[in-house]
């Protein structure tokens, strides 16, 4: 009797165990889905990224710095007119040296202001565009192995929880 009793509650123990091990196995496929959904959303997110950057963020800069230049442009050959006129003014005493003088500093910072313009855009193209978009492409990357990891450890723990299932119910 006292064995009866005592396989009794080894077959309750194992039933037990066994029970476990499905709600074990439960709980990994749904936690499976979440880390999937999780890792899919980021490399949605890292695409998305990556598109608005090179559609919308690249463009809006590159317009900026071709208007910032254009305009540095204009104002460099309006103030280089002005400059000539302010000149001639000045040899026939119908501008002081003092008005020259300001006309000349204008000049010059309108000169600097171009080259700012130039060496912005310079820049930009050559080196901050090329580290931007490795940067994305980097983030997508990471994005997509975390996703080939997700998927196979979520493959491991399922079946891992399977195996438990299976031996929990042989027991």
Avoid at 64 to 90: D, H, M, N, P, T
């Amino acid at each position: 009797e006292q064995r009866v009793r005592d396989e009794d509650l080894q077959v309750i123990g194992a039933e037990n165990a066994y029970a476990s091990a499905e709600s074990s196995l439960s709980i990994q496929i749904s936690q499976n889905a979440s880390t999937l959904a999780d890792a899919k959303l980021k490399v949605e997110l890292a695409e998305l990224a990556l598109e608005r950057w090179r559609e919308g963020e690249v463009a809006r800069q590159r317009e900026q710095y071709r208007i910032a230049l254009e305009k540095s442009q204009r104002e460099l050959a309006r103030l280089q007119r002005k400059v000539e006129r302010s000149r001639e003014l000045f040899k026939k005493d119908f501008l002081s040296s003092d008005e020259l003088e300001r006309d000349e500093i204008s000049l010059a910072q309108a000169i600097a202001d171009e080259k700012i313009a130039v060496l912005n855009q310079t820049i930009y193209e050559n080196y901050q565009y090329p580290e931007d978009e490795k940067t994305k492409q980097s983030d997508l990357k990471k994005a997509q192995d975390a996703l080939e990891r997700t998927i196979e450890q979520n493959t491991i723990n399922k079946r891992l929880k399977e195996t438990e299932v299976s031996t929990r119910k042989l027991q």
